[in-house]
């Protein structure tokens, strides 16, 4: 059974950074694309990051320069790291993985439709001024 699993969320002050995990299981890792999304209370879910199979990396204009999506295959495991955050960052952020036969790169990935993915149950971060 293929599970995500994020963590590493939690309360920063502007400026501050953080870590996000996503431990992926029950199926080839590296044969995916993954993702980070977020979405703020009131506001549509969006695209924070995504990297495909071959390492291509993409980015919302809105994090790119602070945040930095890696992966390590033998670990099954996703991070996000995000630097310099600010409040507008504040939102539930999710993992997302999508299965090679639907010939996601990290450009379409990051913007979607997702509906095809397989998710996690999200990790909060919130930014203090």
């Known amino acids: 059974q293929v599970k995500v699993t994020e963590s590493g969320g939690g309360s920063v002050q502007a400026g501050g950074s953080l870590r996000l995990s996503c431990v992926v299981v029950?199926?080839?890792?590296?044969?995916?694309?993954m993702g980070w999304f977020r979405q703020a209370p009131g506001k549509e879910r969006e695209g924070v990051a995504a990297?495909?199979?071959?390492?291509?990396?993409a980015y919302a204009e809105s994090v790119q320069g602070r945040f930095t999506i890696s992966q390590v295959n033998a670990e099954n495991t996703l991070y996000l790291q995000m630097n310099s955050l600010n409040p507008e960052d504040t939102a539930m952020y999710y993992c997302?993985?999508?299965?090679?036969?639907?010939?996601?790169?990290?450009?379409?990935?990051?913007?979607?439709?997702?509906?095809?993915?397989?998710w996690g149950q999200g990790t909060q971060v919130t930014v203090s001024s």
């Open positions: 029950g199926y080839t890792y590296d044969d995916y694309a």
């Open positions: 990297i495909d199979s071959g390492g291509s990396t």
């Open positions: 997302a993985a999508v299965s090679p036969r639907y010939d996601y790169d990290s450009d379409s990935w990051l913007r979607g439709p997702w509906r095809l993915g397989l």
